[in-house]
């Protein structure tokens, strides 16, 4: 079965960095592009950043473009999102995610950006 499970989420002053983790089974992930996407209260969830399975490609929200990077270790089946210079407006719940023959999600990890 298909399993994504989040991590490295937690409490953090504006301006800390973090850096997520997702790791993956269940499916050949180094065929799989991954996305991480969040979801703060009362809004719906959002794209935040994106890599191609080898890699090669990524692509970010413009809210994150210069303080997050997507990365991933294929021989770990695990994708990172390290996230930098972080405001509360980046609090929320984070959420990894891989597109099969349906779309897949793991349970995500809070993160709170808070002084």
């Known amino acids: 079965q298909v399993q994504l499970v989040e991590s490295g989420g937690g409490l953090v002053q504006p301006g800390g960095s973090l850096r997520l983790s997702c790791a993956a089974s269940?499916?050949?992930?180094?065929?799989?592009?991954m996305r991480w996407y969040r979801q703060a209260p009362g809004k719906e969830r959002e794209l935040v950043a994106r890599?191609?399975?080898?890699?090669?490609?990524?692509n970010y929200a413009d809210s994150v473009k210069g303080r997050f990077t997507i990365s991933r270790d294929n021989a770990k089946n695990t994708v990172y999102l390290q996230m930098n210079r972080l405001t509360p407006e980046d609090t929320a719940v984070y959420f990894c995610?891989?597109?099969?023959?349906?779309?897949?999600w793991g349970q995500g990890t809070q993160v709170t950006v808070s002084s």
């Open positions: 995610n891989a597109a099969l023959y349906a779309w897949y």
């Open positions: 269940g499916f050949t992930f180094s065929s799989v592009t």
């Open positions: 890599i191609t399975n080898a890699g090669g490609s990524t």
